[in-house]
């Protein structure tokens, strides 16, 4: 799996609005995080969808997160930015294989344990506990 620039765009600014704990406006966000302010709202509009975020409109608007960092896993972010979360195309839903091998390929049964192995560390892996990385 190949993270997008806006997937880091966005996870960089759910980490930013868990610091900060408050409202914070885009023209902030783009400064303090080297984003273009585009970015930053087409990025915050996926996440306001997501409900991970929510925009306050106004002179005084900007976003701020929906729950408490420990509540968000990094999953859900990188899920709301991604059109697929899986590492390769046989591990989608329709399991399709070139080979016509799904069902008994030994590669696509390995990676079963590196996708079983990243989902587990996305979901159980909070926005809280980045923060405190540092």
Known sequence: MHLKIST????RIVLY?????????????SEQLHIPQGYVLKVASILKEA???????GIDGGFRLVKHPRDIP??????AME???QINRCLEKDRYCSR?????????????????????????????????ME
Do not use: N, P, W
């Not at 880091?8 to 996870?11: E, G, K, P, S, W």
């Not at 409900?51 to 409109?57: G, K, P």
């Not at 990094?74 to 899920?79: C, E, L, P, S, W």
């Open 74 to 79: 990094i999953y859900d972010v990188i899920r």
């Open 100 to 132: 016509d091998a799904g069902s008994f390929c030994q590669v696509r049964h390995f990676y079963e344990k590196i996708q079983s192995y990243l989902d587990h560390m996305l979901l159980s892996t909070s926005i809280q506990e980045l923060l405190e």
């Open 83 to 85: 059109t697929t979360m």
């Open 17 to 29: 609005l868990a610091k900060k704990r408050q409202l914070v406006q885009s023209k902030e966000l």
């Open 8 to 11: 880091d765009y966005a996870v």
């Open 51 to 57: 409900q991970i975020l929510e925009a306050v409109t």
